[in-house]
């Protein structure tokens, strides 16, 4: 049965009014973003992107804005289908070694500081259903993927790994609710219980922590998709659904209260777009981790935690002072995707190698 919605304005994200200045207009960085933003501003264009969309992919099944249509109507990121397919940024062996020791001599450095270091790699959609993939893509499959490539070695030198990538694998043909939405980038809302369930275990497994527990008081089946369920459904932008979600899962959760016995954790969490699940679709972030924990996205900017409902700012990394921030900090949390991956960890384990490097001279 497919969906028809309504005909409200094209969903289209805002582009931010571009900031003047000289150097931007003479470097010709200025010139294309004020074209773009200024694109975005005619009038009736939301209004027209569902028509001109629509018309697109029911004559030619050919979705626009990077999604790819798959198998079964699942939808797909160009971008994690591709490096799902190893045709991305393909890491060198030598980049993998250099990679994976430098984050081995971090959790150690961190280590001898009292500090826990934890690599987790949250699965990708692409990677956990190739038998969704349109065929043209399943040709073009010939090369390991760069998660395939450092997960060995990071267990080879003893990093603190935990593959949620290889769990998904593992649950996928048992799990009774789908672990990610036909139509979204992210894991479900049900699938990243699971996966902070995981979490949880094994700062308590490896770590003094004891994050409190969460009790399931419910279970809705069958709700429409929330948070970020149907992202790639609402950049489409059509009037009917190329075809229904199977029936989403969402876990109703009571958080405990911490025990005064086991102070929580002050976290840095480092992460791609994946770490947004922690924080908003399920607060687990302002409930397992002290104040004063943050977020930073792609190791670029501080997008947590939030003040007055709003990050204050917008805080760049690299106004922050690292020295700081690894002092105050009682684990270093990165969190990447399988797509995320030909970045290993965005630069961060570099840029506080070499504070403490700075610190030693």
Known sequence: MKIFRAPPPGFEADLPRPVFSWAGLWSTEFQPKLEAFATQKLGFRKWLLRPRNQLSFSLFREPRNQIILGKQGMLFEKE?????MGRDKVLAPAEVQASVQRLRTLQDTLARRGKLLLFVV??????????NWPDSCQSQWNQ?????????????????????????RAWKATSPHPLFPQGGIHWSGYGLTRAADTLRQYFHAHSHFQLPAVRQTGLVVGAP?????????????????????????????????????????????????????????????DNWFAPGSQYWYYNNEVVWPKVNGAVEGPVAVADRDMRVELATHDVVLLLFGEQTLGEVDCGFS???????????N
Do not use: C, H, I
Request: proline residues 14%.
């Open 144 to 168: 390991p993927s760069n998660y395939e490539r450092l997960r060995q070695p990071m267990q080879a030198v003893g990093l603190n790994l935990l593959d949620l990538s290889a769990l998904f």
């Open 225 to 285: 998709p929330r948070y970020t369920d149907d992202d790639l459904l609402k950049v489409l932008n059509l009037y009917v659904d190329p075809s229904p979600n199977p029936p989403l899962a969402y876990p109703e959760l009571a958080f405990e209260a911490p025990n005064p016995g086991s102070p929580r954790p002050r976290v840095l969490l480092v992460a791609d777009s994946f770490g947004w699940g922690l924080v908003e679709f399920y607060p687990y972030f």
């Open 122 to 131: 949250a699965p990708s959609k692409a990677a956990l259903y190739p038998e």
């Open 80 to 84: 994690p289908l591709r490096a799902a």
């Open 350 to 360: 570099e840029a506080a190698l070499r504070t403490f490097q700075q610190q030693a």
